[in-house]
């Protein structure tokens, strides 16, 4: 099984910058698409960003020019960084990536258990 660790979440002022970050662990043959996903108090879980292993990204309209979504392929890490963050982006944020764990393998469907990102001033 492989987990996928966050960091990077805590609360912010309306106007603020935060950095997520998403490592994974066990063994990795290779990664497809990674990505952020977040779900606030009594909404369901919706895409905030995503990139291929080709650098291709996606935002939803809502960050698009605020969060930029960046991987290091060598060491197998997504990073979102927030900026000029609002109320509104306020939820829990789960990472997500497509792994297969060995060649020939399957394509797993990973999520980490989420860290929060609180916007209050």
């Known amino acids: 099984q492989v987990q996928l660790v966050e960091s990077g979440g805590g609360l912010v002022q309306p106007g603020g910058s935060l950095n997520l970050s998403c490592v994974p662990s066990?063994?990795?043959?290779?990664?497809?698409?990674m990505g952020w996903y977040r779900q606030a108090p009594g909404k369901e879980r919706e895409l905030v960003a995503a990139?291929?292993?080709?650098?291709?990204?996606n935002y939803r309209d809502s960050v698009k020019g605020r969060f930029t979504i960046s991987r290091d392929s060598a060491k197998n890490t997504v990073y979102l960084q927030m900026t000029g963050l609002k109320p509104e982006d306020t939820a829990v944020y789960y990472c997500?990536?497509?792994?297969?764990?060995?060649?020939?393998?399957?394509?797993?469907?990973?999520w980490g258990q989420g860290t929060q990102v609180t916007v209050s001033s």
């Open positions: 997500n990536a497509l792994i297969i764990r060995n060649f020939g393998g399957a394509l797993l469907d990973s």
């Open positions: 066990g063994t990795i043959f290779c990664i497809n698409v």
């Open positions: 990139i291929t292993s080709g650098g291709k990204t």
